[in-house]
């Protein structure tokens, strides 16, 4: 059964040991007060959805646009930074004005954690694709890290789009599933999943139940 996710921050990547004394490597996400601002129900939207609300901003309600000064002011909060939907089944629906913490989670529960990957600017193929390159001798002048032919001929006479070259490396949504929760520090907000999560520091991660755990 599918239900509500959270709005976190990533805070960094640490060392925990556990209580037999091993180490693993863990990232930090701090989970600000989720608000339910809005729902979406398949008789009026055509599907099953809660609409969150994470993260202070400093705009005041009155500088927002029409529709986020409605939603904001439906439920008596100050303008948040993120608003973020996920779908949920229709036994999992929340009350607009439901407010969601850190114990949404449970330790040891898998999670799925998505987020934007670092940006590594223009890069080559070999380093973007994992290309070979070509030799680094017998008559191979200066192209050492090239692609190579794009292997088209006269028909079709282009390339085709996907075909893997150079270029924009990262900046991207990734998804990261079965991630474990390690421990939950309800007072400081913080949840410490084991493993590494895509983003910078300070990026914004959705999470949500694992979908193959």
């Not at 646009?65 to 002011?73: E, Q």
């Not at 607009?96 to 998505?114: E, K, P, R, W």
């Not at 008559?139 to 190579?148: A, E, L, M, N, Y």
């Not at 079709?156 to 270029?167: C, L």
């Amino acid at each position: 059964m599918s239900r509500s996710g959270l709005i976190t921050t990533k805070l960094g990547n640490s060392t925990y040991f556990s209580s037999n004394g091993l180490s693993m490597h863990v990232t930090l996400l701090k989970v600000d007060e989720c608000i339910v601002s809005n729902i979406k129900t398949v008789e009026k939207h055509g599907y099953n959805a809660v609409q969150l609300a994470s993260i202070d901003t400093n705009k005041d309600i009155i500088k927002l646009k029409k529709p986020l000064r409605k939603i904001f002011s439906s439920i008596n909060s100050k303008p948040k930074k993120i608003i973020k939907e996920f779908r949920v089944d229709e036994k999992n629906m929340l009350e607009v004005g439901t407010s969601l913490s850190a114990n949404h989670f449970v330790v040891d529960q898998y999670i799925d954690a998505s987020s934007i990957s670092i940006g590594k600017g223009f890069a080559g193929v070999m380093k973007r694709h994992n290309f070979g390159g070509l030799r680094a001798s017998h008559g191979v002048s200066i192209s050492h890290r090239s692609h190579g032919s794009t292997g088209q001929n006269q028909d079709p006479g282009r390339v085709f789009k996907g075909k893997k070259m150079a270029g924009r490396m990262g900046s991207k949504k990734v998804t990261k599933q079965n991630l474990k929760i390690i421990d939950i520090d309800e007072r400081n907000r913080i949840l410490v999943v084991k493993g590494s999560i895509p983003g910078k520091k300070n990026s914004i991660v959705y999470i949500k139940d694992s979908v193959k755990k």
